[in-house]
């Protein structure tokens, strides 16, 4: 009788850290987009909604894009956008944002994530995240991307920013 008390015992203390981890977990990894984690002092919409499945797709492997393609990208970003904040005039480097384009061609959900030239992390300053959170917003002609069946569906997207001293000198 006491092997069975024993044994339920550790059965419920294995049960109970099965679910603590996997809750840890779950509010570790719901908070990034595509490993590059949420930063508090950009507010992700509350009304972006994912597409009914909530499934998130790699952009390349759904053909997720926007209307004349990287050219246009970048053209609709200088509009708005061709230097950082001037607390990062000296910034040389790279500037990575990853976000979610739904299956209507909505975007929201954007995480940024920097490094200088040197490849070493490096974090810009909030005016200049801002700066580049609100260009990206104004991107309104995003395709979403489709399932193997024609199906419109969540993907991530990805843009990169090359920096030398604070002016975006490409987006790839």
Not at 77 to 105: A, E, M, P, Q, W
Not at 113 to 137: C, E, G, M, P, T
Request: proline share 2%; charged share 20%.
């Amino acid at each position: 009788m006491k092997k069975i008390k024993l044994l339920n015992a550790v059965f419920l203390v294995s049960l109970f850290l099965t679910i603590s981890v996997s809750i840890w977990l779950y509010f570790q990894l719901s908070r990034e987009i595509g490993n590059i984690s949420f930063q508090k002092e950009h507010s992700d919409s509350p009304h972006f909604r994912l597409c009914p499945d909530n499934k998130i797709y790699q952009y390349y492997s759904v053909n997720t894009s926007f209307v004349g393609g990287r050219n246009a990208i970048r053209e609709e970003i200088y509009k708005f956008l061709k230097v950082l904040d001037d607390k990062d005039h000296s910034f040389s480097g790279y500037v990575t944002t990853r976000f979610i384009v739904n299956c209507n061609g909505e975007i929201d959900r954007i995480r940024i994530k920097s490094v200088n030239s040197h490849f070493q992390d490096y974090s810009i300053n909030a005016a200049s995240s801002n700066l580049i959170i609100q260009a990206i917003r104004r991107l309104k002609n995003f395709i979403p991307g489709q399932s193997s069946n024609g199906q419109s569906v969540n993907s991530y997207f990805q843009l990169n920013f090359k920096i030398e001293a604070g002016e975006i000198i490409d987006i790839f």
